[in-house]
């Protein structure tokens, strides 16, 4: 079992920066990949962007690149998401989720561990 546990998110201005954090703990020695979605009021599920666990490789979605940055920490079993500008539009839960699959899976489904989620909301 891996767990799974977002912080930094909260109350930002539009044209903000914010940098969420995934703290992951358990069995995550067969992880290969980490990723980050949101869930704005009213929408469903979006797929923000995905890393590797190990080799670091990521893959955005076009609509997210350029604002957008994953990083990892593999000596603290983080994994951070760096929003820049921010958009009255970004205001959503972020969720991490880890997975065992052998690639970057972009939908939920394919992920087999979840965080609990972070708000983040964006004031224009």
């Known amino acids: 079992q891996v767990q799974l546990v977002e912080s930094g998110g909260g109350l930002v201005q539009a044209g903000d920066s914010l940098r969420l954090s995934c703290a992951l703990s358990g069995g995550t020695s067969d992880l290969t990949a980490v990723g980050w979605f949101r869930q704005g009021p009213g929408k469903e599920q979006e797929f923000v962007g995905v890393?590797?666990?190990?080799?670091?490789?990521?893959y955005y979605p076009p609509s997210k690149k350029g604002r957008f940055t994953i990083s990892r920490d593999n000596a603290r079993n983080t994994v951070q998401l760096q929003m820049d500008n921010l958009k009255p539009e970004d205001t959503a839960v972020y969720y991490c989720a880890a997975t065992l699959k052998s690639r970057l899976p972009d939908k939920w489904i394919e992920y087999d561990y979840w965080g609990q989620g972070t708000q983040v909301t964006v004031s224009s």
């Open positions: 890393i590797s666990w190990r080799g670091g490789t990521t």
